[in-house]
């Protein structure tokens, strides 16, 4: 297999990946936001969520389209490094609520909680998804720009 056609490849699968995740991301905001889930189905949901948000980072950690960025721009590494430092704060925000998820009674204000939690990670999450973009298409804008 051929390199363009390899890393086509991987572009997909980190592509339907992205993909998993959001739509994970938009299942539990649905099942919070009704108020009327099973408890079962919001752990199994937010289990989801986090395995999928661990994959994202660790593709992104290890998938290297960051690390190439620093080696090839070194004046980005402060950005990528809180960029990456954000990783496992946001994972911990996930797994504390997924934890208070399934410890938590349900009642009312059980789920006004697991809202309002929800609601501060996906806010967190959404950040840091902006600024990666922010700052990839800003490199990529430089890269283009400086052929001129």
């Not at 572009?11 to 009327?36: Q, T, W």
């Not at 950690?61 to 950005?79: Q, T, W």
Request: with cysteine; proline share 1%; net charge negative.
């Amino acid at each position: 297999m051929a390199a363009g056609e390899w890393d086509h490849e991987l572009f997909k699968v980190i592509k339907r990946k992205n993909e998993e995740l959001y739509d994970s991301i938009e299942a539990v905001r649905l099942l919070v936001a009704g108020r009327s889930y099973e408890k079962l189905d919001l752990e199994k949901t937010m289990d989801e969520l986090h395995d999928l948000l661990e994959l994202h980072f660790e593709i992104e950690e290890r998938g290297g389209y960051l690390a190439d960025l620093v080696k090839n721009e070194p004046r980005y590494e402060a950005r990528v490094g809180t960029l990456l430092s954000e990783h496992r704060a946001l994972l911990e925000q996930c797994e504390k609520l997924r934890l208070l998820v399934r410890s938590g009674v349900e009642s009312p204000a059980f789920q006004t909680r697991i809202e309002s939690d929800f609601h501060k990670f996906l806010s967190r999450f959404l950040a840091h998804e902006h600024a990666e973009h922010q700052l990839l298409q800003g490199a990529f804008s430089d890269d283009i720009g400086s052929g001129d």
